[in-house]
Protein backbone atom coordinates (compact mmCIF):
# COMPACT_ATOMS: atom_id res chain seq x y z
CA UNK A 1 0.00 0.00 0.00
CA UNK A 2 1.56 3.50 -0.78
CA UNK A 3 0.32 6.15 1.83
CA UNK A 4 0.24 9.74 1.40
CA UNK A 5 0.43 11.14 4.38
CA UNK A 6 0.11 15.01 4.87
CA UNK A 7 1.54 16.47 8.27
CA UNK A 8 4.34 13.86 8.25
CA UNK A 9 7.08 16.48 9.60
CA UNK A 10 4.73 16.90 12.73
CA UNK A 11 4.51 15.28 16.43
CA UNK A 12 2.14 12.74 15.54
CA UNK A 13 3.30 12.31 11.46
CA UNK A 14 6.40 11.65 12.45
CA UNK A 15 5.86 8.65 14.99
CA UNK A 16 3.51 7.30 12.59
CA UNK A 17 5.44 7.27 10.00
CA UNK A 18 8.28 5.60 12.47
CA UNK A 19 5.61 3.32 13.48
CA UNK A 20 4.73 2.30 9.92
CA UNK A 21 8.12 1.40 8.51
CA UNK A 22 8.73 -0.14 11.52
CA UNK A 23 5.49 -2.57 12.15
CA UNK A 24 4.32 -2.36 8.21
CA UNK A 25 5.44 -3.29 4.72
CA UNK A 26 3.81 0.11 3.30
CA UNK A 27 5.19 2.71 1.14
CA UNK A 28 4.81 6.24 2.80
CA UNK A 29 5.27 9.45 1.20
CA UNK A 30 5.12 12.81 2.94
CA UNK A 31 4.86 16.15 2.76
CA UNK A 32 5.12 18.72 5.57
CA UNK A 33 6.69 22.35 5.85
CA UNK A 34 9.65 20.60 8.05
CA UNK A 35 10.97 17.72 7.77
CA UNK A 36 13.59 17.67 10.46
CA UNK A 37 11.52 15.34 13.09
CA UNK A 38 11.78 12.81 10.24
CA UNK A 39 15.79 13.19 9.65
CA UNK A 40 16.41 10.35 11.84
CA UNK A 41 14.13 7.81 10.55
CA UNK A 42 15.65 4.60 9.06
CA UNK A 43 13.58 4.76 6.10
CA UNK A 44 14.21 1.51 5.21
CA UNK A 45 13.80 2.29 1.29
CA UNK A 46 10.21 3.05 2.00
CA UNK A 47 9.84 6.50 2.78
CA UNK A 48 10.17 9.42 0.86
CA UNK A 49 9.93 13.38 1.95
CA UNK A 50 8.86 16.38 0.32
CA UNK A 51 9.30 19.39 2.19
CA UNK A 52 7.04 22.38 1.37
CA UNK A 53 3.18 24.28 1.92
CA UNK A 54 0.65 22.93 0.84
CA UNK A 55 -0.68 26.19 -0.22
CA UNK A 56 2.08 26.78 -2.80
CA UNK A 57 2.50 22.80 -3.92
CA UNK A 58 -0.42 22.53 -5.42
CA UNK A 59 0.70 20.02 -8.13
CA UNK A 60 3.17 18.73 -5.89
CA UNK A 61 -0.09 17.86 -3.96
CA UNK A 62 -2.20 16.69 -6.60
CA UNK A 63 0.34 14.30 -7.88
CA UNK A 64 1.07 12.72 -4.32
CA UNK A 65 -3.00 12.13 -3.88
CA UNK A 66 -3.26 10.50 -7.58
CA UNK A 67 -0.64 8.17 -7.08
CA UNK A 68 -1.51 7.10 -3.53
CA UNK A 69 -3.46 4.41 -2.50
CA UNK A 70 -4.90 6.43 0.47
CA UNK A 71 -3.92 9.65 2.04
CA UNK A 72 -3.78 10.25 6.11
CA UNK A 73 -4.41 14.00 6.50
CA UNK A 74 -2.37 15.44 9.96
CA UNK A 75 -2.18 19.08 8.63
CA UNK A 76 -3.06 21.80 11.27
CA UNK A 77 -2.33 24.22 13.66
CA UNK A 78 -2.57 22.80 17.17
CA UNK A 79 -1.71 25.22 19.35
CA UNK A 80 -4.01 26.98 21.67
CA UNK A 81 -2.19 30.50 21.82
CA UNK A 82 -3.14 30.66 17.93
CA UNK A 83 -6.66 30.31 18.53
CA UNK A 84 -6.67 33.19 20.41
CA UNK A 85 -3.47 35.39 18.53
CA UNK A 86 -4.22 34.09 14.98
CA UNK A 87 -7.80 32.85 14.62
CA UNK A 88 -8.30 33.42 11.14
CA UNK A 89 -4.45 31.73 10.12
CA UNK A 90 -6.28 28.88 12.16
CA UNK A 91 -9.12 28.53 10.24
CA UNK A 92 -8.02 28.86 7.21
CA UNK A 93 -5.17 25.93 7.21
CA UNK A 94 -7.53 23.87 9.13
CA UNK A 95 -10.65 23.75 7.35
CA UNK A 96 -9.83 25.34 3.72
CA UNK A 97 -6.28 24.00 3.30
CA UNK A 98 -7.58 20.76 4.04
CA UNK A 99 -10.75 20.95 1.57
CA UNK A 100 -8.25 20.85 -1.04
CA UNK A 101 -7.12 17.24 0.09
CA UNK A 102 -11.06 16.78 0.32
CA UNK A 103 -11.57 17.71 -2.96
CA UNK A 104 -8.37 15.92 -4.61
CA UNK A 105 -9.54 12.81 -3.02
CA UNK A 106 -13.02 12.89 -4.28
CA UNK A 107 -11.79 13.98 -7.69
CA UNK A 108 -9.20 10.85 -7.69
CA UNK A 109 -11.52 8.85 -5.64
CA UNK A 110 -8.96 7.96 -3.15
CA UNK A 111 -9.45 6.76 0.38
CA UNK A 112 -8.98 9.60 3.26
CA UNK A 113 -7.85 8.99 6.83
CA UNK A 114 -8.63 12.95 8.30
CA UNK A 115 -7.38 13.68 11.67
CA UNK A 116 -10.04 16.07 13.58
CA UNK A 117 -9.84 16.51 17.26
CA UNK A 118 -11.51 15.73 20.64
CA UNK A 119 -12.17 19.96 21.00
CA UNK A 120 -15.22 19.42 18.74
CA UNK A 121 -16.63 17.89 21.92
CA UNK A 122 -16.89 21.49 23.65
CA UNK A 123 -17.16 22.08 27.25
CA UNK A 124 -18.69 19.69 29.02
CA UNK A 125 -21.68 21.51 30.20
CA UNK A 126 -22.00 19.33 33.49
CA UNK A 127 -21.19 16.06 31.54
CA UNK A 128 -19.04 13.09 33.01
CA UNK A 129 -19.20 10.32 30.59
CA UNK A 130 -17.08 9.39 27.65
CA UNK A 131 -17.41 10.87 24.86
CA UNK A 132 -19.06 8.99 22.24
CA UNK A 133 -18.66 9.56 18.09
CA UNK A 134 -21.98 9.10 17.39
CA UNK A 135 -24.00 10.42 20.07
CA UNK A 136 -22.79 13.24 22.11
CA UNK A 137 -23.30 16.71 21.08
CA UNK A 138 -20.55 18.83 19.98
CA UNK A 139 -20.68 22.04 22.05
CA UNK A 140 -19.72 25.96 21.36
CA UNK A 141 -18.72 28.86 23.78
CA UNK A 142 -19.46 32.50 22.55
CA UNK A 143 -18.43 34.01 19.56
CA UNK A 144 -16.11 36.42 21.41
CA UNK A 145 -14.28 33.20 22.86
CA UNK A 146 -11.96 32.92 19.90
CA UNK A 147 -10.49 29.36 21.19
CA UNK A 148 -13.45 27.89 19.56
CA UNK A 149 -12.10 28.19 16.01
CA UNK A 150 -10.08 25.68 15.74
CA UNK A 151 -12.74 23.25 16.67
CA UNK A 152 -15.55 24.87 15.35
CA UNK A 153 -13.51 24.68 11.61
CA UNK A 154 -12.46 21.16 12.48
CA UNK A 155 -16.53 19.91 13.40
CA UNK A 156 -16.92 21.85 9.63
CA UNK A 157 -14.58 19.86 8.06
CA UNK A 158 -16.18 16.54 9.46
CA UNK A 159 -19.42 17.80 8.31
CA UNK A 160 -18.25 18.06 4.90
CA UNK A 161 -16.85 14.97 4.97
CA UNK A 162 -19.17 12.83 5.97
CA UNK A 163 -21.68 14.86 3.42
CA UNK A 164 -19.78 13.33 0.99
CA UNK A 165 -19.64 10.29 2.10
CA UNK A 166 -23.35 10.23 2.31
CA UNK A 167 -23.41 11.71 -1.23
CA UNK A 168 -21.47 8.52 -1.89
CA UNK A 169 -18.40 10.14 -3.53
CA UNK A 170 -15.77 10.10 -0.95
CA UNK A 171 -14.33 6.71 1.41
CA UNK A 172 -13.46 8.36 4.43
CA UNK A 173 -12.83 7.88 8.28
CA UNK A 174 -12.85 10.24 10.40
CA UNK A 175 -10.12 10.31 13.93
CA UNK A 176 -10.64 11.85 17.01
CA UNK A 177 -7.61 12.11 19.01
CA UNK A 178 -7.16 12.74 22.54
CA UNK A 179 -4.09 13.80 23.74
CA UNK A 180 -1.37 12.15 22.95
CA UNK A 181 1.87 12.55 23.89
CA UNK A 182 5.33 10.86 23.48
CA UNK A 183 8.45 11.80 22.02
CA UNK A 184 9.05 14.76 19.63
CA UNK A 185 5.73 16.32 20.78
CA UNK A 186 6.10 20.37 20.26
CA UNK A 187 8.89 21.93 21.71
CA UNK A 188 10.67 23.28 25.00
CA UNK A 189 10.78 26.91 25.40
CA UNK A 190 11.95 29.06 28.28
CA UNK A 191 11.30 28.29 31.66
CA UNK A 192 8.65 31.01 32.57
CA UNK A 193 7.11 31.67 29.05
CA UNK A 194 3.29 32.02 28.52
CA UNK A 195 1.33 31.01 25.60
CA UNK A 196 3.06 28.56 23.00
CA UNK A 197 3.09 24.55 23.20
CA UNK A 198 0.17 22.36 24.77
CA UNK A 199 0.82 21.16 28.43
CA UNK A 200 3.63 18.58 28.45
CA UNK A 201 6.23 20.89 27.08
CA UNK A 202 5.31 23.50 29.14
CA UNK A 203 5.61 21.56 32.27
CA UNK A 204 8.78 19.74 31.15
CA UNK A 205 10.72 23.62 30.16
CA UNK A 206 9.49 24.72 33.47
CA UNK A 207 11.10 21.28 35.19
CA UNK A 208 14.43 21.58 33.35
CA UNK A 209 14.58 25.43 33.36
CA UNK A 210 13.41 25.48 37.11
CA UNK A 211 10.88 27.88 36.22
CA UNK A 212 7.02 28.05 37.51
CA UNK A 213 4.59 25.02 36.25
CA UNK A 214 1.55 27.66 35.35
CA UNK A 215 -1.96 25.94 36.12
CA UNK A 216 -4.57 27.71 33.78
CA UNK A 217 -7.52 28.48 35.75
CA UNK A 218 -6.38 26.51 38.58
CA UNK A 219 -5.90 23.41 36.69
CA UNK A 220 -9.12 22.03 36.69
CA UNK A 221 -9.54 20.62 33.41
CA UNK A 222 -9.57 16.72 33.20
CA UNK A 223 -8.08 15.43 30.63
CA UNK A 224 -7.32 12.03 29.52
CA UNK A 225 -3.46 10.92 27.88
CA UNK A 226 -2.37 8.49 25.43
CA UNK A 227 1.04 7.73 24.66
CA UNK A 228 1.66 8.40 20.95
CA UNK A 229 3.30 4.23 21.03
CA UNK A 230 -0.22 3.10 21.67
CA UNK A 231 -2.03 5.72 18.86
CA UNK A 232 0.00 5.08 16.08
CA UNK A 233 -0.75 1.17 16.80
CA UNK A 234 -4.73 2.46 16.24
CA UNK A 235 -4.01 4.20 13.42
CA UNK A 236 -2.70 1.57 12.04
CA UNK A 237 -5.56 -0.78 12.37
CA UNK A 238 -7.72 1.97 11.14
CA UNK A 239 -5.57 1.83 8.01
CA UNK A 240 -5.70 -1.42 7.75
CA UNK A 241 -9.46 -2.38 8.38
CA UNK A 242 -11.19 -0.05 5.37
CA UNK A 243 -14.34 -2.29 5.81
CA UNK A 244 -15.28 -1.97 9.27
CA UNK A 245 -14.12 2.01 9.27
CA UNK A 246 -15.69 3.16 6.21
CA UNK A 247 -17.50 6.33 7.18
CA UNK A 248 -16.83 6.46 10.62
CA UNK A 249 -15.65 8.62 13.30
CA UNK A 250 -13.28 6.78 15.39
CA UNK A 251 -12.08 7.99 19.04
CA UNK A 252 -8.56 7.21 19.73
CA UNK A 253 -7.49 7.68 23.34
CA UNK A 254 -7.01 6.00 26.79
CA UNK A 255 -10.01 6.32 28.48
CA UNK A 256 -8.38 4.90 31.77
CA UNK A 257 -5.55 7.71 31.74
CA UNK A 258 -7.63 10.35 32.97
CA UNK A 259 -5.96 13.44 35.36
CA UNK A 260 -6.51 16.87 35.81
CA UNK A 261 -4.14 19.36 34.58
CA UNK A 262 -3.18 20.17 38.90
CA UNK A 263 -2.75 16.56 39.00
CA UNK A 264 -0.80 15.96 36.08
CA UNK A 265 1.76 19.31 37.36
CA UNK A 266 2.19 16.57 40.47
CA UNK A 267 2.83 13.51 38.81
CA UNK A 268 5.43 15.33 36.66
CA UNK A 269 6.81 16.64 39.43
CA UNK A 270 7.32 13.56 41.34
CA UNK A 271 8.85 11.61 37.97
CA UNK A 272 11.23 14.56 37.18
CA UNK A 273 12.60 13.28 41.15
CA UNK A 274 12.42 9.79 40.35
CA UNK A 275 14.21 9.78 36.66
CA UNK A 276 17.22 12.94 37.95
CA UNK A 277 17.46 11.42 41.25
CA UNK A 278 17.04 15.52 42.38
CA UNK A 279 14.07 17.43 43.38
CA UNK A 280 12.71 19.56 41.07
CA UNK A 281 13.12 23.63 41.31
CA UNK A 282 9.93 24.19 40.09
CA UNK A 283 6.89 25.28 41.76
CA UNK A 284 3.19 24.84 40.98
CA UNK A 285 1.53 28.47 40.99
CA UNK A 286 -1.80 29.51 39.35
CA UNK A 287 -2.68 31.84 36.38
CA UNK A 288 -5.96 32.70 34.60
CA UNK A 289 -6.95 31.84 30.63
CA UNK A 290 -6.54 35.42 29.75
CA UNK A 291 -3.03 36.02 31.08
CA UNK A 292 -1.47 32.67 29.38
CA UNK A 293 -3.11 32.36 26.05
CA UNK A 294 -5.01 36.38 25.88
CA UNK A 295 -8.26 37.00 25.63
CA UNK A 296 -10.79 35.20 24.16
CA UNK A 297 -9.50 31.47 25.82
CA UNK A 298 -11.90 29.12 27.15
CA UNK A 299 -11.04 25.89 28.25
CA UNK A 300 -12.34 22.47 27.59
CA UNK A 301 -13.30 20.85 30.64
CA UNK A 302 -13.35 17.39 30.30
CA UNK A 303 -12.43 15.00 27.96
CA UNK A 304 -12.70 11.46 28.35
CA UNK A 305 -13.12 9.15 25.10
CA UNK A 306 -15.71 6.08 24.49
CA UNK A 307 -13.24 4.03 22.60
CA UNK A 308 -15.45 0.87 21.53
CA UNK A 309 -15.50 1.74 18.11
CA UNK A 310 -11.52 0.72 18.09
CA UNK A 311 -11.85 -2.03 21.12
CA UNK A 312 -13.87 -3.93 18.27
CA UNK A 313 -10.93 -3.56 15.96
CA UNK A 314 -8.88 -5.11 18.53
CA UNK A 315 -6.94 -2.06 19.75
CA UNK A 316 -6.39 -1.90 23.84
CA UNK A 317 -3.95 0.92 25.02
CA UNK A 318 -0.91 -0.39 26.74
CA UNK A 319 0.41 2.28 28.85
CA UNK A 320 -0.86 3.84 31.54
CA UNK A 321 -0.85 7.51 32.89
CA UNK A 322 2.52 7.54 34.75
CA UNK A 323 4.36 4.62 31.96
CA UNK A 324 2.63 7.35 29.59
CA UNK A 325 4.75 10.73 31.29
CA UNK A 326 7.59 8.87 32.44
CA UNK A 327 8.94 7.42 29.05
CA UNK A 328 7.77 11.22 27.70
CA UNK A 329 9.81 12.51 29.74
CA UNK A 330 12.68 9.82 30.11
CA UNK A 331 12.74 10.66 26.02
CA UNK A 332 13.29 14.60 26.90
CA UNK A 333 15.99 13.74 29.18
CA UNK A 334 17.85 11.34 27.48
CA UNK A 335 18.41 14.30 24.71
CA UNK A 336 18.86 17.62 26.98
CA UNK A 337 21.26 15.46 29.61
CA UNK A 338 25.23 16.64 27.86
CA UNK A 339 24.13 17.07 24.28
CA UNK A 340 26.00 20.18 22.41
CA UNK A 341 23.50 20.18 20.12
CA UNK A 342 20.20 19.58 19.50
CA UNK A 343 17.26 19.79 16.86
CA UNK A 344 15.42 23.74 17.17
CA UNK A 345 12.01 22.14 17.61
CA UNK A 346 13.53 20.43 21.06
CA UNK A 347 15.48 22.91 22.00
CA UNK A 348 14.00 26.74 20.78
CA UNK A 349 15.06 28.98 23.84
CA UNK A 350 18.32 26.85 25.07
CA UNK A 351 17.03 25.13 28.05
CA UNK A 352 19.53 24.18 30.80
CA UNK A 353 21.11 21.00 30.83
CA UNK A 354 19.92 18.82 33.76
CA UNK A 355 21.66 16.00 35.42
CA UNK A 356 20.82 12.67 35.64
CA UNK A 357 21.97 10.14 38.69
CA UNK A 358 22.88 6.87 36.60
CA UNK A 359 20.84 3.75 36.70
Known amino acids: MRIAL ?30 EKTRDIDTRGRFECHVGDIRQAAPLVEELVETSDV ?5 AHANPSMYVSQPLEVVDLNLFQNLTLVDLCVKHSKRIIQFSTCEVYGPS ?28 AKELLERIIYAHGQQGDLDFTIVRPFNFVGPKIDYLVEAGSIGGPRVFSHFMSALVGKGPLRLVDGGAAHRSYTH ?11 LENPDECRSEIMNIGNPNNGTTI ?23 VEISGDQFYGAGYEDCDWRIPDVRKMERLGWRPQLDLRETFKRTMQWHLDRLNGATELPSYLRRNDAPQVSRRSR
Request: glycine share 10%; proline share 3%.
Open 125 to 152: EGRREPYSEDGANLVRGPIRNQRWIYAS
Open 228 to 238: IADATRAVQLV
Open 262 to 284: RELASLMLELYEELTGSPAESSI
Open 71 to 75: VIDLI
Open 6 to 35: FGSGGFIGSNLVEHLLEATGHQVVGLDADD
